[in-house]
């Protein structure tokens, strides 16, 4: 990872903190929506992405791409908080907790537990990235076990 990648990565981080909590708080309206069913199903990545992308980093979902605050865009595939460890901190920095802790049992599984102004949240996982997109979820009220 070059200096060029490192400031775009610090300048998508330092957007997306500014608008946070900026957005309606609803969930966004997926483009492929299932049918309606009484049983408790688990979200999914791409779905949780789309979550955190417009509750926490005030984006808007668009066919393909996330639009950022000055009609810019970014790629789906670009924002991956549950994988990339970077867009996970970049995550953690756009929710502003007022405290967070982290621990490992070495690579077997990571702890992370959040608290926001308006909620707190813990997860557990054997990925780091995956565990504090987690924790963020958590703390923001999403219900990863949601009807569909």
Known sequence: MGPDSESITETRCLSAAANFGTGTG?????????????RRVRMTDQRLADELAARVMGWRL??????????????????????????????LDAAHPEDYAMRGRGTDEFWVGVRLPGGSGEARDR?????IARAVASAIGIDLEEMV
């Open 26 to 38: 609803k969930s966004v309206q997926h483009e492929q929506q299932a049918a309606a069913s009484p």
């Open 62 to 91: 668009a066919p393909g791409r996330y639009i950022k605050s000055g009609r810019s865009w970014l790629p789906r595939w670009r924002f991956a908080p549950l994988s990339k460890i970077e867009d996970a901190f970049c995550l």
């Open 127 to 131: 990925s780091k990235p995956r565990a």
